[in-house]
């Protein structure tokens, strides 16, 4: 049986429908992806120079240990634990008793063989003048001769000793033989010190200091090529940041165990800042490479294919982009493929980000909008 339709029910009837198409259209734009927020910079062309960085331990470019030449009790000390000292100051004093003693009998034989040699000289000169006019033998003279030749070899042999004693005398006397630290102090005055054996002080040498390091043997041939055509620039940074300019003065042989090379730069430490002993960050530099394409390091991510980038054109998509680098220097790494200067690529926002994804850049406020004052109606 045909029932007639109310006017009411088809008006209820349209309007759900109306709802329900409504409701759809409404799920179907809440379901459309936003734009990913991301900020960009532009690769750039840059000078920057390429360098190797590692960890140096800070030595002494020269240290000598002090011991005494000759035997005897320690006198004097006059020097304190720490001090730097300056090339030929006094430090020890030893007794120089004996070693007097033993000058004054090699100078007073010395006096006893020359008058000796005196009195030998002028009887060979009386033999010579009697056996030119016959009246002595030639044995005679013979034995004139060899006297005043024996003494002159004894007043030799005794001028030798007198200078041994007084360079035995000095070595009571014990001076530093160059500039430096003075480190402690191991015999205190009244101890007897034997010769060549017991220490008395160690002095390190302080200005300049040497900074040893290790680089990984890859960077051997450059190294080594651009150390053979100019001497290669190297910078030390203390725990204090205290930053010094030296010069790799020496390359090692590579170390099969770890697989480095041991390297070495001289620092002029004329401010004394660098301390024996303590770890320095080293920055080796190589080269300046010129005009290289340039985006900050945090744009550059590592994934399973390698290294990449994402690209922003104008179309507003982010494109993964796979790129090689080589060099970072301050937070800018050098890209060598895969890039061109001028293209935007993404800093900030990579989590949300897939090839071909839409993004959009955070909006800037004007300074006209930020001096406008705010309406009544504008917080509700």
């Known amino acids: 049986m045909h029932m007639p339709r109310h006017p009411v029910f088809c008006a209820l009837l349209a309007g ?30 840059l000078d920057v120079p390429s360098t190797i960085d590692a960890v140096g331990t800070v030595e002494a470019s020269a240290t000598v240990t002090l011991v005494s ?24 004093v030893i007794d120089k008793r004996p070693a007097e003693i033993a000058l004054h009998q090699v100078l007073a034989q010395l006096e006893s063989d020359r008058a000796k040699l005196v009195k030998a000289e002028q009887d060979l000169t009386r033999s010579q003048k009697l056996t030119r006019g016959g009246f002595t033998s030639a044995a005679q003279n013979d034995e004139a001769r060899v006297a005043a030749i024996g003494y002159r070899a004894a007043v030799k042999v005794d001028e030798a000793a007198v200078e041994q004693a007084r360079l035995n005398l000095s070595y009571c006397e014990i001076r530093a033989p160059m500039d430096g630290r ?26 300049p200091v040497d900074v040893t390091f290790s680089v990984p043997e890859r960077y051997l ?90 690209v922003v054109g104008d179309d507003m998509k982010a494109r993964y982009r796979l790129v090689s680098t080589s060099v970072e220097h301050n937070g ?4 060598t493929g895969g890039l061109e200067a001028g293209e935007k690529v993404v800093m900030e926002g990579h989590v949300r980000l897939a090839d071909g994804i839409d993004v959009r850049f955070p909006s800037v406020r004007t300074q006209a909008e930020d001096k406008q004052p705010a309406t009544p109606g504008a917080a509700s």
């Open 16 to 45: 759900s429908l109306c709802l329900t198409a409504c409701s759809g259209e409404q799920k179907k734009e809440q379901r459309a992806p936003k734009p990913a927020l991301v900020t960009v910079t532009e690769a750039r062309l």
């Open 182 to 207: 003075a480190g402690v102090i191991q015999v205190d005055p009244g101890n007897i010190v034997t010769a060549h054996t017991q220490p008395l002080l160690i002095i390190d040498e302080t200005a």
């Open 332 to 335: 800018v790494s050098v890209v």
């Open 221 to 310: 041939p450059e190294v080594r090529g651009l150390a053979s055509e100019s001497s290669l620039r190297v910078t030390a940074r203390t725990k204090d940041d205290t930053e010094s300019e030296g010069e790799l003065t020496f390359i090692g042989n590579v170390d099969s165990a770890t697989g480095t090379v041991p390297l070495k730069a001289r620092f002029p430490n004329t401010d004394g800042k660098m301390w024996p002993g303590e770890y320095a960050r080293i920055t080796l530099r190589l080269r300046l490479l010129k005009d290289a394409v340039t985006v900050p390091s945090r744009a550059v991510t590592i994934g399973p294919d390698g290294t990449f980038v994402y």
């Open 69 to 92: 030449r000759v035997s005897g009790e320690l006198m004097e000390v006059l020097v304190r634990e720490g001090q730097h000292v300056k090339k030929d100051d006094l430090l020890f």
